[in-house]
């Protein structure tokens, strides 16, 4: 079994950063493809950044050239940077993590992002 934990949510304002962490333990195998994603009150869940196991990145119109989604393998932890953040960004972040060669798919608890305008 594998669980995430993510970490470095909290409360900022307008023009503020935050790195969000999510690091992975258990029975890990292959750490796969990493998603970031994010659920506003009233809204549905969606992803914004995504990483490969190789490094590549691919991030939504709303937050590009704003986050930066990295990852250290050897830590089996991925990592979020968010700069600029607005009271738009604010929402409860997930990490979303594929594994081992059936390529299943794990997710972190939760952490909550407000930014004060």
């Known amino acids: 079994q594998v669980q995430l934990v993510e970490s470095g949510g909290g409360l900022v304002q307008t023009g503020g950063s935050l790195r969000l962490s999510c690091a992975a333990s258990?029975?890990?195998?292959?750490?796969?493809?990493a998603g970031w994603y994010r659920q506003a009150p009233g809204k549905q869940r969606e992803l914004f950044a995504s990483?490969?196991?190789?490094?590549?990145?691919n991030y939504s119109d709303s937050v590009k050239g704003r986050f930066t989604v990295s990852r250290d393998n050897a830590k089996k932890t991925v990592y979020l940077q968010m700069n600029s953040l607005t009271p738009e960004d604010t929402a409860v972040y997930y990490c979303?993590?594929?594994?081992?060669?059936?390529?299943?798919?794990?997710w972190g608890q939760g952490t909550q992002v407000t930014v004060s305008s």
């Open positions: 258990g029975s890990i195998v292959n750490m796969r493809d």
């Open positions: 979303n993590v594929r594994f081992g060669f059936l390529n299943r798919s794990y």
């Open positions: 990483i490969t196991s190789g490094g590549n990145t």
